[in-house]
């Protein structure tokens, strides 16, 4: 049962029966005779079988004719974890529409990211999906326009432009169309915490979500200037497409089984305030954050798998949910990733906060700390390798993978497909397959890594004993390989709140 295939009706009902959780976001229960679709856990009487048909997508949904439930509100769902489990074209399409690509440069813009002529996706998504590139980026706008309804007091005409409306009026009929009310009798629902400057968002994770670990993990990796953390929170500033942002966190753990909320039974959310230069960026903001935090992914598939192998079994009971972190720009992961090699994470960061200091771009914030984006790399391609913090070969590695990725020939927006991005990777001088794969975790999202060479993995390893087989632990080797750090990740520094 996936999104990118036909769904199998039969497990369908069976999973709409049982108000399973776990699928939420993965299919959608269409009801002939209401003419509403909802999320496979609706608390609602579970409609007749004859009376339903499922859908891969809330587009699929909408350009059946069906629109939101106001009870369940099922385009506020977690996305699928079989977007980034089968990386195909139609997911990878889908973190590009996510993303806002549509908006920025139309549905030939997404054909060229991911390699087929428009006409071709759009047969390719309908048949896969249910839905062409414009309905999928339609259904985007209109789940955004309606957090930022509920969650700001941005005046509506504002709403509408921030989420990627064309216009007022297409505004106000999507949104009748798909939610049957207007925006203003939206804005009377609404429940969000509001902040003047601020745009707050709830951002849906399924649980258990190991949020404390996530951010030891994060806090461990910053990099001053671009990043900051203390307890409870992380913060870092924001390359986007139309203006420099900043995103701060609230990050704790949100354990499997939560009383129903307004995203659903069971289904947690990350706060996440944003300040953003630009609000045409509120869509790409909140999928990059939503990519760091690894939201999409299914916990209970990944630990019940891992679980039952006698060698991480305790891991797993200690830390339930834990989450790859992913990246806000896939670029600064490669580059930092190649900083990296062969050092400490202290001297990584030390590294990387010197490049920062000379090569990113200073930026205003509001948040104590963050003073600069990442240094883009147009501009690290540019620098004089014998110049930069680190020993001249690694200087050089690090120049020539700028100059790849600045110029096409490495793409890490998850749109071309990940053999053709690894094979690109290796091929450049002082990338091997560690930085490669560490890249495609990260970056990629991929969930089945494995780096058999990296020193700590080994050393842990040794620990578990003879009992260890990564083999095992296929397809979520990433989520095994961040149980294995997690042994050695130390906590949150006791910081000033900001």
């Given at each position: 049962m996936t999104p990118t295939g036909h769904l199998d009706a039969d497990a369908c009902y069976r999973a709409v029966q049982s108000r399973d959780r776990r699928f939420d976001g993965v299919f959608y229960t269409a009801v002939r005779t209401t003419g509403i679709y909802c999320r496979p856990s609706c608390p609602a009487r579970t409609p007749a079988a004859g009376n339903v048909t499922?859908?891969?997508?809330?587009?699929?949904?909408?350009?059946?004719?069906?629109?939101?439930?106001?009870?369940?509100?099922?385009?506020?769902?977690?996305?699928?974890?079989?977007?980034?489990?089968?990386?195909?074209?139609?997911?990878?399409?889908?973190?590009?529409?996510?993303?806002?690509?549509?908006?920025?440069e139309g549905v030939a813009g997404l054909a060229r990211r991911v390699g087929y002529t428009p006409r071709h996706l759009g047969r390719l998504l309908v048949r896969?999906?249910?839905?062409?590139?414009?309905?999928l980026a339609r259904a985007r706008r209109a789940q955004s326009a309606?957090?930022?309804?509920?969650?700001?007091?941005?005046?509506?005409?504002?709403?509408?432009?921030?989420?990627?409306?064309?216009?007022?009026?297409?505004?106000?009929?999507?949104?009748?169309?798909?939610?049957?009310?207007?925006?203003?009798?939206?804005?009377?629902?609404?429940?969000?915490?509001?902040s003047a400057g601020v745009v707050t968002m709830r951002l849906p994770v399924r649980t258990p979500f190991a949020g404390r670990r996530m951010l030891d993990f994060l806090a461990h990796h910053l990099v001053a200037g671009v990043e900051a953390a203390g307890p409870g929170w992380y913060a870092r500033t924001l390359d986007l497409p139309h203006a420099p942002g900043t995103v701060?966190?609230?990050?704790?753990?949100?354990?499997?089984?939560?009383?129903a909320d307004r995203y659903g039974g069971g289904t947690g959310a990350v706060t996440a305030e944003f300040r953003l230069g630009d609000l045409r960026d509120t869509a790409a903001a909140s999928e990059r954050v939503r990519r760091l935090l690894d939201a999409d992914c299914d916990p209970v598939a990944v630990d019940g798998h891992l679980g039952a192998d006698p060698a991480l079994a305790h891991l797993v009971r200690a830390t339930p949910g834990l989450r790859v972190p992913g990246q806000v720009d896939g670029d600064e992961?490669?580059?930092?990733?190649?900083?990296?090699?062969?050092?400490?994470?202290?001297?990584?960061?030390?590294?990387?906060?010197?490049?920062?200091?000379?090569h990113g771009r200073r930026v205003t914030t509001d948040v104590p700390g963050l003073t600069h984006l990442f240094p883009d790399a147009a501009s690290l391609?540019?620098?004089?390798?014998?110049?930069?913090?680190?020993?001249?070969?690694?200087?050089r590695a690090l120049v020539g993978l700028a100059a790849a990725l600045a110029d096409g020939t490495v793409l890490l927006d998850?749109?071309?497909?990940?053999?053709?991005?690894?094979?690109?990777?290796?091929?450049?001088?002082?990338?091997?397959?560690?930085?490669?794969?560490?890249?495609?975790m990260r970056a990629l999202g991929h969930p089945d890594v494995f780096l058999p060479t990296d020193l700590a993995v080994r050393r842990v390893l040794a620990g578990l004993g003879g009992d260890a087989d990564p083999d095992r632990w296929r397809p979520w080797?990433?989520?095994?390989?961040?149980?294995?750090?997690?042994?050695?990740?130390?906590?949150?520094?006791?910081?000033?709140?900001?």
């Open positions: 499922f859908h891969a997508t809330a587009a699929s949904a909408h350009a059946a004719g069906y629109r939101a439930c106001k009870r369940c509100l099922p385009d506020a769902t977690p996305g699928s974890p079989e977007w980034d489990v089968a990386a195909d074209v139609a997911g990878r399409a889908m973190r590009l529409i996510s993303d806002g690509l549509v908006d920025r896969e999906l249910g839905a062409t590139p414009l309905s309606r957090v930022l309804i509920e969650t700001t007091d941005l005046p509506l005409t504002d709403v509408a432009f921030a989420a990627g409306f064309a216009s007022v009026r297409q505004f106000n009929e999507t949104l009748r169309e798909i939610y049957a009310a207007s925006p203003t009798e939206l804005r009377g629902h609404r429940a969000g915490v509001r701060r966190l609230h990050l704790s753990d949100l354990p499997a089984g939560q009383p992961t490669a580059i930092r990733t190649v900083i990296g090699q062969q050092v400490s994470v202290a001297g990584a960061r030390t590294v990387a906060g010197r490049l920062v200091a000379e391609a540019a620098a004089d390798p014998g110049r930069l913090p680190m020993p001249r070969a690694r200087g998850r749109g071309p497909d990940r053999d053709d991005v690894r094979r690109a990777l290796l091929a450049l001088p002082g990338i091997g397959p560690w930085t490669a794969d560490y890249v495609a080797r990433s989520y095994a390989l961040m149980h294995l750090w997690n042994t050695l990740m130390p906590p949150t520094p006791a910081t000033e709140e900001n």
